[in-house]
């Protein structure tokens, strides 16, 4: 290895490993991460833009499993998982999904799980990066809450692109055709405990398998594997460019805990008028009631494809002055496009405006626009069927 | 990059840089992990023993910052601080720290900070891996405690080795020489705050600066440097060789929440007579009451180097049964032996006693041992200042 040699991962048993890391690992994953103390992989083609036409044209595999769920159950669990989130969760119907954030009682972001309503007093948040689970045993140790509190054995799975639902439906049944945005079953697949979710983190086609059995992990890949073969299955991970295009943010990428909903654009999963209590409720009352004083916007940056996205926040500047920063940014092959996403502070927040932004090798000129990019692109495509799914998830947003 | 090419980390803007991020890749920092959110240099050279002899025969900067401080300030300080932990803070004085662990209402360890008494009525948890700072805050949602909690600007430093003091004297003052074991003082070194302790991650001699300006943190380290040059300074890395001598352990490698402070040998550190409640008393004290069903110890295994130590917990067998697990090896140049911390079941956790451990390519013998070995090393050595002090910080082991 020379010195400019990109640093290696040490793979070591404080980290721990998903049930389908041996067979990311042989199917050629080459960059990692860790997440929620467990190794996610990143890439697998060294070609940039290969592991997302992968995605976008035929079936892909993401070994998602860092995606921890924290269980609630107990007499008192829709009572004390609502008081996690602002996101009103009474209608929530055993087998629905919802987008939720976490708020600490400053209206700030802890973390923006999905949550499962998996029985009438069971629900899980299928969490991004962060020990959730330790926030709410700080808050659950009261004793206040009839609730018991854990991490269950669940190692999600997605199946991602157009060819997804052929696959699942080759192997699981038709019924995965109809299943609805944001809705999951339980199903027995051959004696492999699954939840099997129409969800996951693009705006593609996609199904979310959450796998109840640490164990079977091995045998569950090799079957869907099989089972794509006729269809081109490839192995993938949550990809940058999707991710952009979608306007679907990354928590402490994109959010943290000094960032609120509002300037998020996530007002939407926000119900201040919640019958019961949740944390952060006073907090974003008083920041609702007042002007933004910044928030968060896409941008379409010029010059060569940012294949590799950015390692830093950067600064963004216009006439002159620091207008706010960039979060994310990647290059997306479909449009064509480098996207990005900007918190820009009044009066920069403008579709339109003309901005800067200052990179490590120099400034690029960028043009604000909405989020996110895939709404537009669905709707000129007529994908009315998605969009009606997408409604009942973002309620006040579509 | 061929298919057998070691994975490599993906670096984004999701995962924080120490401060001290680019000196470390500067000196050729070759392989990383992910701790709090943080990379964490894990190796620089490649040879062998390398890292660990420049550490124990010369001085060596370590990037840490990733230990990150949980601060708790306010009226209640004590009070709360108390609560996370069974150790008995009322007699830690300020600019003196302490060894603790958080333990849950079970009894279980959450994490194992260093406890620093920064002012009477300001603590610091310097953390292992994990969100403790949730942990507190969803504690203190309850209002009951005046405090303040936060994740303030510090990034820990350590500086190892046997001229450790001699580098830290040349630039800060001879004081440093006569700063007891676990004491620390606030110190300005032209202009960059620092409190500077006489601690750290191995059983030699060490210093540990915590940093209170990341701007600063280049700065930092070039002086260091420089004034390290006529030494032999080396950069290095919390080293599995160092810790396995030392007996000490890695969080979430050799123990977590379904472990118990008894059974690591850590009862030391457990108060139950304290006068100010804490989370786990309960428990623990039912656990205290009840013989042991399991112990940490140490072995010593045959074979060849176990350099790259082991990437998952292993199997230990004894009379063909199974005895419990192995959840560190690695080997020891110093004392030319492959050591290991075993959890071992009753009746098998008897020192002198023989186990197999199961490794992934076959079968290795050990003999079980007593931890840790530098207490031993040190008494060949007639190192008593080192016990004088270490006692103050055990004070029920030593």
Same sequence: chains 1, 2.
Wanted: proline share 7%; aromatic share 10%.
């Amino acid at each position: 290895m020379n010195a400019s040699a990109k640093p290696t991962l040490a793979f070591g048993p404080r980290v721990r490993k998903s049930p389908y890391h041996a067979a990311t690992l042989r199917h050629g994953a080459k960059v990692f991460t860790v997440y929620n103390h467990m190794y996610l992989p990143m890439a697998y083609s060294e070609e940039p833009g290969r592991d997302y036409w992968n995605a976008v044209r035929g079936v892909q595999l993401w070994d998602v499993a860092c995606e921890r769920q924290v269980e609630i159950s107990g007499p008192d669990a829709l009572r004390f998982a609502q008081l996690l989130t602002p996101r009103d969760l009474s209608r929530l119907e055993v087998g629905q999904a919802a987008y939720t954030l976490i708020t600490n009682a400053d209206g700030g972001i802890l973390n923006d799980p999905v949550a499962l309503r998996v029985a009438e007093d069971r629900f899980w948040f299928s969490l991004a990066d962060g020990d959730t689970l330790l926030w709410a045993q700080g808050l659950a140790a009261s004793g206040e809450y009839r609730v018991s509190l854990g991490e269950p054995d669940v190692s999600p799975l997605q199946v991602q692109g157009p060819r997804s639902a052929d696959l699942l439906a080759e192997l699981f049944g038709d019924w995965v055709r109809t299943l609805r945005f944001y809705r999951f079953r339980e199903f027995d697949f051959n004696g492999i405990p699954l939840l099997v979710g129409r969800m996951g983190y693009s705006h593609e086609q996609c199904f979310e398998l959450f796998l109840r059995d640490g164990h079977r992990g091995e045998e569950l890949w090799r079957r869907l594997w099989e089972a794509g073969r006729p269809l081109g299955v490839t192995a993938g991970a949550p990809n940058l460019a999707l991710r952009l295009e979608a306007g679907i943010y990354s928590h402490l990428t994109d959010m943290d805990a000094a960032t609120n909903p509002f300037e998020m654009g996530l007002g939407w999963t926000v119900q201040l008028d919640c019958k019961a209590p949740f944390i952060g409720r006073e907090a974003l009352r008083n920041i609702a009631a007042k002007p933004l004083k910044r928030r968060m916007l896409g941008a379409e940056i010029d010059g060569p494809p940012l294949w590799t996205g950015n390692e830093h926040r950067l600064p963004v500047l216009a006439d002159g002055q620091t207008a706010g920063y960039l979060t994310s940014c990647g290059y997306s092959p479909r449009l064509a496009k480098n996207l990005a996403f900007l918190m820009l502070r009044r009066p920069f927040d403008e579709p339109g405006r003309r901005v800067e932004v200052q990179f490590p090798d120099g400034r690029r000129r960028a043009a604000v626009v909405n989020l996110p990019w895939t709404k537009r692109q669905r709707q000129r495509q007529g994908c009315d069927k998605v969009r009606q799914c997408q409604a009942q998830t973002q309620p006040q947003s579509d």
